[in-house]
C-alpha cells in the first residue's frame, strides 16, 4: 500500500506544478494590471520587475501552509486515507476550475478556490463519517468561519475597493489633470511620498510578515512602531521623490514599477499555499503515516496541526515555476487584457454585451449625475470639466490609460490591503486591485455614455464569477471526493486521466484559439503607419477576401446539393470568421483613419466604403451558409432537379464574377468594369427568372416549404453579396482614378 501512496503522492506533485501554471496564469492580472495598462515601459522590463518579485516572495516565503494542513478541517478526525482523498479532489478540481477562467479570460480568486475545494472535499468526507458515528457535529469536522471569513471578504472587498478608488482617483485628477506633466513641480513630491510609504508599509504588513527571514521579535517590533515607520517612510520618500523629480525621473514610473514589485512579491509570498499547500500537506502527511502508521487503516493525522516547515528547495522550485509561468502563458494575457480593456479610457470594441442589469444602472447613474451637476455652482461646475478635459491627455503609444491612474490603483490597493490585514478584514488581494481598477476607471470618466453598459456588464460578469467560483469549487471537489472515496483505485486513475486530459485539450484549444485571433488581428490593424502602407494592406486584403468569399459560396452550394452536412459545418465557421474579421474592422475604423494624412479625405472615405461594403458582403454569406446547414442538419429534404439546375447555374456565374473582380484589383486595371456590371446584370436576370419559376412550382405544390424557404434565401442573399461586391470594385476605381489625379496635381506643383 506505501507504494500505491507514495504514487499518489508523485501525482499530486505533477497536480501541483499544473496548478502553478493555471494558478498564476490567473493571479498575475493582480500585479501587471496596472503595469501594462499604462505601458509604464517595455512588456520585458515589467517582467523582469514583477519576476524578481514573485522569486523573492516565493523563495522566502513559509507560504502561509497551514491553511492547508488544519485551517479548514481537524486532521486529528480523519485517517491518512481519508485526507489523500481529499488532497487529490482538491487538486484536480482546483486545475479545472482555474483553467475554465483562464481560458474566458476572468480573474478569479485562487485562494477561494481553495478554501471552498477543501470545504467541499470535506463536507463529502464528512456527511461518510457521521453517518456511521454518533454524537459527531459538523463543528467536530469542518472549520466553517473560514469560509464565512472569505465570503465577507468577497463583499467588503468589492465595496470598500470600488468606493475608495473612485474617491481617491477622482481627487488625484482634481490635482493633476490629464495634463499633469505641466503640475507636477512641487506636488510630485508628496503624492511619490504617500504613494512610496504606503507600498513599503503593505510589503511590510502583508507581503514579508510571513517569510522565514522575519522573527517574531521583528514583526512584533514592526506592529508596535507602525506610526513611527509610517512617518520616517513619508518624510523620507517625499524628500527622495521631489529630488528625483528635479533629476528629470519621472516619479510615476518609480511608483508603479515599486507596486508592482510589492504586489508581486505579496502574491507569492501569501498565495503560494493555493498551489502547493495541499500537495505538501500530502508530502508530510505521507511521511509521518510512513514513520508511525505504516499498514494501518485507522492512523489519524494528529501530526497536521503541528507548524509546517516547508523544505526551501520546494519554496525555489515553486518560484521557478512561477516566473517561468509569468513569462510564458498566453492565458495570463487573456485574463490581463479583460481587465485593461475594462479600464481603458479610450472607447474601442467591448468584450462583454449590454444587459439589463447594467442598463439600468447606467440610467439611474446618469440621473444621480444629472442631479449633482445641477445643484453644483456653474463655476465650481466649470473648474470641474476643465480638470477633466482630456483634450491633451498624456498616454503612452497604445497604453488604455496614463501614468496617474496606474499610479493611484498600485498606491490605493496597496494601502486597502495592507490595512485590511492589520484590521484583521478579510480582504481578496485579486478583488481589491479589480475593483480599485474599475472604481478608478468610473472617476476618470473611462465609462462614457458609448461604453459604460458593456464596462458594467463585464464587471457584473467577474463579480458573478466570483460566487460562481465558490459554488462550483465546492460542488466538484465534494463529487470528486465521492467518487474516490467510493471508486477507489480505478476511479482514482479515471479521475487523474481525465484531469490531465482535459487541461491538455483545454491548451491546445487555446492556442489554436489565440492563433485564429492574431490572425484578424492582423486583418483589422491593415499594418502600416502611413497612408500608402494602410491603403495598400487594405487593397491586398480585399483581394484576399474576394477570394475566400468566393471558395465558401461555391462549396456551400455543392455541399447543400450534395447533402455534405460536414462540410457545410466548415463552412459556416469559415463564414462566421469572415464576418467576425469584418465587424473588428468597423470597430478598428477610427484608429486606422488617424493613420492617414489629413490631405487624404478620399482615401479616408473609400476606407470607410470598403469596410461598409466587406461587412455587408460577409454578413450575406452567413446568411447564405447558416440556413443551408441547419437544412441537412435537420434532415429536411434536398433539393429538386430544377433547383439543383438553377443554383449550379448560378453559382457558375457567381464563380466569374469573382474571378474578373479578382484580376482587376491585383493587376490594378479597372478597364474592364463594365463587363462586370454587363456580368452582375445578367446574374439578377437569372435570379430572378430562377425566382419566378420557384413561385411557380410552390403554387403547383411541386416542392417542399422548407426546402422552398432555404431556395429563395440563397437566390436573394446572393443577389446581396454580389451587389456589395459590384460595389466594393466600383469605390476602389473610384478611389484609385482620384490618387492619381492628386499626385499629378502635386507633382505639378
Not at 496548478?19 to 495598462?37: Q, R
Not at 516547508?310 to 490581463?336: D, E, N
Not at 451587389?723 to 492619381?740: C, I, P, T, V, Y
Request: glycine share 6%.
Amino acid at each position: 500500500m506505501e507504494q500505491y501512496y507514495l504514487v499518489l503522492l508523485a501525482f499530486l506533485g505533477v497536480i501541483a506544478v499544473i496548478d502553478l501554471f493555471v494558478g498564476v496564469s490567473n493571479d498575475a492580472v493582480n500585479f501587471l494590471n496596472s503595469a501594462l495598462g499604462c505601458r509604464i515601459s517595455s512588456f520585458r522590463t515589467t517582467l523582469w520587475v514583477a519576476s524578481i518579485g514573485v522569486l523573492a516572495g516565493a523563495t522566502f516565503s513559509s507560504g502561509m501552509m497551514e491553511i492547508a494542513r488544519h485551517g479548514i478541517f481537524r486532521p486529528e478526525q480523519f485517517f491518512f486515507q481519508e485526507l489523500v482523498c481529499i488532497f487529490l479532489a482538491v487538486m484536480v478540481t482546483d486545475v479545472l476550475v482555474l483553467d475554465v477562467f483562464n481560458t474566458l479570460g476572468l480573474p478569479t480568486s485562487t485562494t477561494v478556490s481553495m478554501v471552498f475545494e477543501l470545504l467541499g472535499g470535506t463536507f463529502a468526507l464528512t456527511l461518510v463519517k457521521m453517518a456511521g458515528t454518533e454524537g459527531m457535529h459538523f463543528a467536530d469536522y469542518l472549520n466553517t468561519e473560514k469560509a464565512l471569513s472569505v465570503i465577507m471578504g468577497i463583499f467588503l472587498s468589492v465595496a470598500i475597493a470600488f468606493f475608495f478608488g473612485m474617491v481617491v482617483q477622482w481627487l488625484a485628477r482634481l490635482v493633476f489633470t490629464f495634463r499633469y506633466r505641466e503640475r507636477l513641480k512641487w506636488t510630485i513630491g508628496l503624492f511619490g511620498g504617500i504613494a512610496s510609504t504606503a507600498i513599503v508599509y503593505f510589503m511590510l504588513i502583508k507581503g514579508v510578515k510571513d517569510t522565514t527571514f522575519m522573527t517574531s521579535g521583528a514583526k512584533a517590533w514592526i506592529a508596535a512602531h507602525g506610526t513611527l515607520i509610517a512617518g520616517c517612510c513619508l518624510v523620507g520618500f517625499t524628500l527622495l521623490m521631489q529630488v528625483l523629480h528635479w533629476l528629470r525621473v519621472n516619479v510615476f514610473k518609480v511608483v508603479v514599477l515599486l507596486g508592482t514589485f510589492a504586489l508581486a512579491l505579496a502574491f507569492a509570498g501569501n498565495d503560494l499555499v493555493n498551489f502547493i499547500g495541499v500537495p505538501l500537506a500530502g508530502y508530510d502527511s505521507y511521511l509521518d503515516y510512513a514513520a508511525h502508521g505504516a499498514g494501518s487503516d485507522t492512523y489519524l493525522m494528529s501530526s497536521l496541526n503541528e507548524p509546517a516547515r516547508t523544505p526551501f528547495l520546494f519554496l525555489a522550485a515553486a518560484g521557478v515555476i512561477m516566473v517561468w509561468t509569468l513569462c510564458t502563458s498566453k492565458k495570463a494575457q487573456k485574463v490581463i487584457k479583460t481587465s485593461v480593456d475594462l479600464s481603458r479610457q479610450d472607447e474601442g470594441e467591448e468584450m462583454f454585451g449590454s444587459s439589463a442589469v447594467a442598463r439600468s444602472i447606467v440610467r439611474t447613474s446618469m440621473s444621480l449625475a444629472q442631479t449633482l451637476s445641477n445643484i453644483t455652482p456653474p463655476r465650481m461646475r466649470a473648474w470641474i470639466n476643465a480638470r477633466f478635459s482630456q483634450d491633451e491627455a498624456v498616454l503612452a503609444d497604445g497604453a488604455a490609460f496614463d501614468l496617474v491612474r496606474a499610479s493611484v490603483n498600485l498606491l490605493l490597493a496597496s494601502l486597502l490591503i495592507a490595512l485590511g490585514t492589520s484590521l484583521k478584514l478579510p480582504l481578496s488581494t485579486t478583488y481589491v486591485t479589480f475593483m480599485v481598477a474599475m472604481g478608478s476607471s468610473l472617476a476618470d470618466k473611462a465609462w462614457g455614455r458609448e461604453s459604460a453598459v458593456y464596462r458594467i456588464t463585464g464587471v457584473v460578469t467577474v463579480i458573478a464569477g466570483w460566487f460562481v467560483t465558490a459554488l462550483i469549487a465546492f460542488v466538484i471537489a465534494l463529487v470528486v471526493t465521492y467518487a474516490l472515496l467510493w471508486g477507489g483505485t480505478w476511479a482514482v486513475i479515471i479521475i487523474s486521466l481525465l484531469c490531465v486530459g482535459m487541461f491538455i485539450q483545454s491548451s491546445i484549444t487555446h492556442k489554436r484559439r489565440k492563433a485564429k485571433e492574431h490572425k484578424t488581428e492582423e486583418i483589422v490593424t491593415a499594418s502600416g503607419n502611413s497612408t500608402q502602407e494602410v491603403m495598400r494592406n487594405l487593397i491586398a486584403e480585399i483581394s484576399g477576401v474576394m477570394t475566400k468569399t468566393t471558395e465558401i459560396y461555391s462549396k456551400t452550394i455543392m455541399a447543400t446539393l450534395n447533402e455534405d452536412r460536414r462540410t457545410l459545418r466548415e463552412m459556416v465557421r469559415e463564414s462566421n470568421d469572415l464576418f467576425y474579421n469584418a465587424r473588428e474592422k468597423k470597430y478598428a475604423l477610427l484608429p486606422t483613419l488617424q493613420k492617414l494624412q489629413d490631405n487624404y479625405i478620399e482615401a479616408g472615405h473609400f476606407y470607410v466604403q470598403v469596410v461598409d461594403y466587406i461587412s455587408e458582403r460577409s454578413k450575406a454569406l452567413v446568411h447564405i451558409t447558416r440556413p443551408c446547414f441547419e437544412h441537412i442538419d435537420n434532415n429536411h429534404k434536398g433539393m429538386s432537379e430544377e433547383q439543383v439546375e438553377d443554383l449550379l447555374k448560378i453559382n457558375d456565374k457567381v464563380s466569374e464574377i469573382y474571378a474578373r473582380i479578382n484580376v482587376m484589383l491585383n493587376d490594378n486595371d479597372y478597364s474592364d468594369t463594365n463587363v462586370v456590371l454587363e456580368m452582375r446584370d445578367e446574374l439578377f436576370v437569372t435570379i430572378d427568372d430562377a425566382v419566378k419559376s420557384q413561385l411557380r412550382r410552390i403554387q403547383n405544390k411541386a416542392t417542399s416549404t422548407k426546402a422552398s424557404m432555404l431556395y429563395l434565401t440563397i437566390l436573394n442573399e446572393t443577389k446581396t453579396m454580389v451587389l456589395q461586391s459590384r460595389n466594393l470594385l466600383k469605390s476602389q476605381r473610384s478611389f484609385m482614378e482620384n490618387q492619381d489625379t492628386s499626385n499629378d496635381l502635386m507633382g505639378n506643383k
